[in-house]
């Protein structure tokens, strides 16, 4: 193959690892562009910046001299329009850039709603470098904020401000926190937590109707759907993120919400891909969103991409889905066959209010097919469960090889017997749990 210009619009997480990955493989020329910032960083950990447990410095992955040692090239710029037909990209510095293989990564922005009085200083989202530093200078002598989404950028929001003591009143639309992912109990755990142990004003089933401020053009409170006025001088808009797609609207490049891709990440122009937050499946993969905009998906996105433009054509094919949060001091985990696990499945459920901890254990009712597992306050081991997905076990052999997943030694005694049993209780069955055994637990790892 001859040396090509790879171009990747983004130095997220799906950009870097496109062009880490091709590099591994190739001797093309790779450029990467970013408007946002001149390095790749965590953007997860920008909640640990404002929170003053992390420098900025420290949430960048490699050092600043990987990227020359690697012969990735990176240029700090907008790119303003895409000219697929004579492979340019026009720069905000008024220069051209031209491709032979462009990869657009370009993620995604927030969502700033349609209120009125969403302009006003003091109302934003929280997904950039640039939107932390705006918080950083709207939260400056604040006393009462509100947050507004139900979401994990909008707990993040409210853990955000309140680490600087700041009151926060967050409301959420729907009737239990975060119903999307959790059952009612376990929401029940969370909104306990984040009320009783954290001090937040929690609203649920309401919605904000409008954004009131005052004669210098700044926030001075929030009305909502049930007709309260509630003072602020800060509200955090967190109801999701848009793909980045504004600048591609004279390329020709097809979009929908996001820009539209097949299964290997192919747009509707020749030699043009999108991958991450920005890219949109023309169809559904099984069990999937048509956008996926979570960070480990964005990394196995571009490894696929990566291996098409080396040699070796590869179709996206993700497995399970996993996905990890922190809610303020409860960590939350969620190992599934589908993004959402369907309603029709049955579960088998224990928790433990003192200690905020909760499993899951989701099965087919009439398969008996072990379906997925949600976690709080505990951590199961990755590999296993997905094993235990992939390989289609059913309830009765992963309740019984329970004690494989557990991370936690000290958690051993008190709740795997308690699943089985109470399982046994409604089956009528005798399962028994069955000693951990790191030779399953690491049957198939490495091969
Ligand atoms: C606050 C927050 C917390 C999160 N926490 C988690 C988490 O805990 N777990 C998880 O799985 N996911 C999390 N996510 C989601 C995850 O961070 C994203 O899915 C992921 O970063 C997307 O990566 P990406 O590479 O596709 O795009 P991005 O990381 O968004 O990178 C795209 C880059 O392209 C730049 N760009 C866009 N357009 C242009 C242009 N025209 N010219 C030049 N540059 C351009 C953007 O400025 C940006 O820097 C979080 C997101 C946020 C905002």
Redesign the pocket.
């Known amino acids: 193959m001859s040396q090509r210009h790879i171009v990747v ?7 870097t690892t496109l062009a880490r990955h091709v590099r591994k493989r190739s001797d093309d020329t790779i450029t990467i ?5 001149d390095y790749f960083y965590s ?2 950990a ?2 640990y910046v404002y929170m003053g447990h992390m420098l900025q410095e420290n949430t960048k992955p490699y050092e600043d001299r990987f990227w020359s040692e690697n012969r990735i090239n990176l240029r700090r ?4 329009r895409v000219d697929t037909v004579q492979k340019v990209l026009h720069l905000d510095d008024h220069s051209t850039m031209s491709y032979d293989v462009l990869v657009i ?4 922005h927030s969502n700033p709603g349609s209120w009125h009085g969403s302009h006003f200083e003091g109302v934003q989202g ?3 470098l640039q939107d932390l530093s705006a918080m950083e200078s709207n939260t400056q002598n604040c006393s009462r904020a509100v947050v507004v989404g139900g979401g ?2 909008g707990v ?1 929001m409210v853990e955000m401000l309140r680490s600087r003591g700041i009151h926060v009143t967050y409301l959420v639309r729907e009737f239990k926190f975060w119903s999307s992912a959790l059952r009612s109990e376990e929401s029940d755990i969370v909104e306990r937590h984040i009320i009783a142990d954290h001090g937040v004003d929690l609203h649920t089933q309401t919605e904000l109707k409008e954004i009131l401020g005052d004669e210098n053009g700044r926030v001075r409170a929030v009305l909502t759907t049930k007709g309260d006025e509630i003072p602020c001088s800060f509200v955090g808009i967190a109801i999701g ?1 848009k793909p ?1 797609i504004a ?1 591609l609207q004279e390329s020709g490049i097809e979009t929908g919400t996001g820009i539209l891709v097949n299964e290997c990440f192919e747009t509707s122009a020749k030699d043009v891909y999108a ?4 890219a949109e499946f023309r169809t559904a993969l099984s069990g999937r969103t048509k956008i996926e ?4 998906t ?1 990394r196995m996105q571009a490894e696929t991409l990566a291996a098409t433009l080396t040699g070796t054509t590869s179709v996206y094919r993700p497995v399970n889905f996993f ?3 922190k809610l303020f001091d409860i960590e939350f985990q969620v190992y599934s066959r589908n993004v959402k696990i369907p309603d029709t499945c049955r579960s088998v459920f224990w928790m433990n209010h003192h200690r905020r901890c909760a499993i899951r254990l989701f099965y087919d009712p009439q398969t008996l097919r072990f379906e997925g597992v949600t976690l709080l306050g505990v951590r199961y081991r990755h590999e296993v469960c997905d094993r235990w997905l992939r390989e289609e076990k059913d309830i009765e052999y992963v309740l019984c090889h329970l004690s494989d997943a557990n991370f936690d030694p000290e958690f051993f005694r008190h709740y795997e017997n308690y699943l089985v049993e109470e399982y046994n209780a409604k089956s009528g069955k005798q399962l028994q749990l069955k000693k951990r055994s790191w030779k399953r637990i690491f049957q198939g790892i490495g091969k």
């Open positions: 619009i983004g130095n997220g997480i799906s950009g562009i970013s408007s946002e910032s953007r997860p920008l909640m710029a907008h790119v303003n990564a370009s993620g995604s929280l997904v950039s994990l950028i993040e993120v980045n600048f991958i991450g937050d920005c905009q979570i960070w480990y964005g996905n990890s949060a």
